[in-house]
């Protein structure tokens, strides 16, 4: 009885940990890695050259759509790149997979993410060598994103 006690008080912390992508996220972190093991801070970059993409969220609504909020002021400066590259997108979780899939106006092909979620932080990895059907060509190995909730 007591073992079975035990297993349904467990069986019920962790049923109540379990977290979704759904809600609003902002992005806090994005570290490329390249083949060589170089390493380079994406975020704090493009930051320095737009300090208004700092202010961009990401939305995962629960139908499996992602919205990406650009503040209209960085709009202007992205211009055509806000919606190739930031545009809204289709998302679906497989378990710890999270496959973001670009409106098809993009052109730009669907990205599987290894996804952990811990409190209001959601962290992503994007393995560029096991991305389906799409060699890579570049120098990456790998991109880190981090999310925190808003």
């Known amino acids: 009885m007591k073992t079975l006690l ?8 962790l049923s109540g940990m379990a977290q979704s992508v759904v809600g609003t996220w902002k992005r ?23 300090p208004c993409t700092n202010n ?3 939305t995962f609504l629960a139908s499996g759509i992602q919205q990406t909020s650009i503040p209209a002021d960085c709009q202007k400066r992205l211009g055509v790149m806000a919606n190739q590259f930031m545009g809204d997108a ?17 052109k730009l092909p669907a990205v599987t993410y ?10 992503w990895v994007m393995d560029a060598d096991a991305q389906p059907g799409k060699p890579n060509k570049s120098n990456v190995k790998s991109i880190l994103m981090s999310y ?3």
Do not use: H, W
Not at 6 to 13: G, R
Not at 90 to 102: A, D, E, V
Not at 116 to 121: E, P, R
């Open 28 to 50: 806090v972190g994005a570290i490329v890695t390249n083949k060589d093991g170089s390493m380079m801070d994406m975020l704090a970059m493009t930051e320095k050259m737009m």
């Open 90 to 106: 289709r998302y679906k979780l497989k378990g710890n997979q999270l496959i973001i899939t670009p409106s098809a106006s993009t």
């Open 6 to 13: 035990l297993s349904l008080c467990l069986f019920i912390t």
């Open 56 to 58: 961009i969220t990401y």
């Open 148 to 150: 925190q909730k808003q």
């Open 114 to 123: 290894t996804v952990t979620l811990s409190g209001n932080t959601m962290m």
